[in-house]
């Protein structure tokens, strides 16, 4: 390992809004980044595709993922793999959710949120 190591504790992980009814942090090194996410219910982040892959671990609530072949409704426990280039939506319905999302490369959106 090249590079000095980094601790980000709890306290220092702030959450910022993203699309109306999200929050999130992010924490990035060069060829990787990880965003955690708050969402309330009835939250919708508009059709996008990156460049980066994604990957999302929903750890509470639902978040429902759209594709233009169908959709998948994610749970806690569950995750989803979305390459790079490929068009998405997400929502949620009546239930708030938390979710971890991989991603590389980073995500210059994301890049130097959510931590003091």
């Not at 109306?20 to 969402?39: H, S």
């Not at 059709?47 to 639902?62: F, K, P």
């Not at 793999?81 to 971890?100: C, M, N, W, Y």
Request: proline content about 7%; overall charge negative.
């Amino acid at each position: 390992m090249t590079g000095n190591p980094y601790h980000y504790p709890r306290q220092t992980l702030v959450l910022n809004d993203d699309v109306p009814g999200a929050r999130q942090w992010a924490v990035a090194l060069d060829k990787v980044m990880l965003t955690y996410f708050e969402i309330d219910p009835g939250c919708l982040f508009e059709r996008h595709a990156h460049e980066s892959e994604q990957i999302t671990w929903v750890l509470e609530g639902e978040l429902i993922f759209v594709f233009d072949d169908g959709e998948i409704r994610a749970r806690p426990g569950d995750v989803v793999a979305i390459p790079a280039g490929v068009e998405h939506a997400v929502r949620t319905d009546h239930l708030a959710s938390k979710a971890i999302d991989a991603w590389s490369p980073p995500e210059d959106k994301y890049r130097n949120r959510g931590h003091a």
